[in-house]
């Protein structure tokens, strides 16, 4: 070998190394302290008028008293528009007995955005109207039933748009929307003290806690919302929900704080309610939370019309409505 040979090797060794150099380490990413930026999470924007619409296309119906002609034509019409926007319906019919011994139908009804993920929540509202306003100031009406314009109708109003929403930009996560029949049929007022029935209210959501529609159902907790629309509400911590499931509790309302709305998600505990959340927790063993307008002062502990004639659409708030379903919609957009 000669000089020059061997110059010419090196040279070869020498372009090899260079060439190995600069193609095949994997420390060729220029070293930084920065954290990994993630991306900016888009969150659509609640439309309220969307939501008072369908809140008074509830209403139009009249009162949705359990297993009604009426409250037939109200399950078709919600039926119809949750069909439009999730991937799948369910309608879940039973048979449950009131706080007087008479059977009652039932129609759960179910709307499922992704059923296959298991990686899911569930957002429930009752969606029937309560056969007697036995909180009425004028007694002749304590056996007329209710409107139900905040109790019952704006839940499933607020729901209603966040399943529109929920078609048109798409979660991350599975999510099950569920509309309880019969959570207002308990013992009248003036009953109570005759009748010892226990658990008279939610028997939809205990129906549907003891016989879930799907076998096997998983989610990894729930929001209920009850009167959700009138005017300056304000949502305490209800008690069953920071019993079962503090952890939602706190992220609801960390969440619907920092989004602004914390002159309705007041950080002060309330009473514990017995509504639908009570059973899912109890006896299906979800984490549910209940986001309920109490109103410490008032007759019932609630909104001043509660289970009265007084519970009619003018009683709706679009602020309320906005601040309740762009909540729900960052808790919702915010999970992965
Ligand atoms: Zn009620």
């Not at 380490?25 to 888009?42: A, F, L, R, S």
């Not at 509202?125 to 036995?134: E, F, G, I, K, L």
């Not at 609630?302 to 729900?328: E, P």
């Amino acid at each position: 070998m000669t000089n020059d040979e061997a110059m010419k090797i090196r040279y070869f060794f020498f372009i090899v190394t260079v060439v190995l150099a600069s193609c095949g380490g994997v420390d060729e990413k220029p070293v930084t302290n920065d954290k990994p930026i993630e991306p900016k999470v888009e969150v659509p924007v609640f439309n309220q008028d969307s939501a008072y619409s369908y809140i008074e296309s509830q209403v139009a119906f009249g009162p949705r008293v359990t297993g009604t002609e009426v409250s037939d034509k109200c399950a078709a019409w919600l039926t119809a528009k949750l069909s439009q926007w999730m991937d799948t319906v369910a309608v879940q019919k039973g048979k449950v007995v009131a706080y007087d011994n008479t059977g009652l139908n039932i129609k759960n009804i179910i709307g499922s955005y992704l059923p296959g993920n298991n990686n899911r929540i569930f957002l429930c509202s009752h969606w029937d109207s309560r056969p007697y306003a036995d909180y009425d100031p004028d007694k002749a009406n304590h056996r007329k039933p209710i409107d139900g314009a905040n109790d019952g109708a704006s839940g499933v109003g607020v729901l209603l748009e966040i399943a529109r929403i929920i078609s048109t930009v798409k979660p991350k996560i599975g999510i099950d929307i569920i509309f309880f029949d019969a959570e207002d049929y308990g013992t009248p007022g003036d009953l109570q003290d005759q009748t010892h029935k226990e658990d008279t209210w939610g028997l939809g959501s205990q129906f549907w806690a003891k016989s879930l529609h799907e076998s096997g159902y998983y989610a990894r907790y729930g929001i209920l919302l009850d009167m959700v629309g009138a005017e300056n509400a304000q949502f305490h911590q209800e008690g069953f929900s920071k019993y079962y499931a503090p952890d939602i509790v706190r992220k609801v309302w960390e969440t619907a704080r920092s989004a602004g709305f914390s002159d309705y998600f007041v950080m002060t505990e309330g009473n514990p309610i017995t509504d639908d959340h009570y059973y899912i927790n109890k006896i299906a063993n979800i984490p549910t939370i209940d986001i309920i307008h109490t109103e410490p002062g008032t007759r019932g502990g609630f909104f001043t019309h509660w289970h009265t004639m007084g519970d009619t659409m003018d009683k709706i708030n679009k602020n309320t409505l906005y601040a309740v379903g762009q909540s729900l919609l960052h808790v919702i957009y915010g999970e992965k």
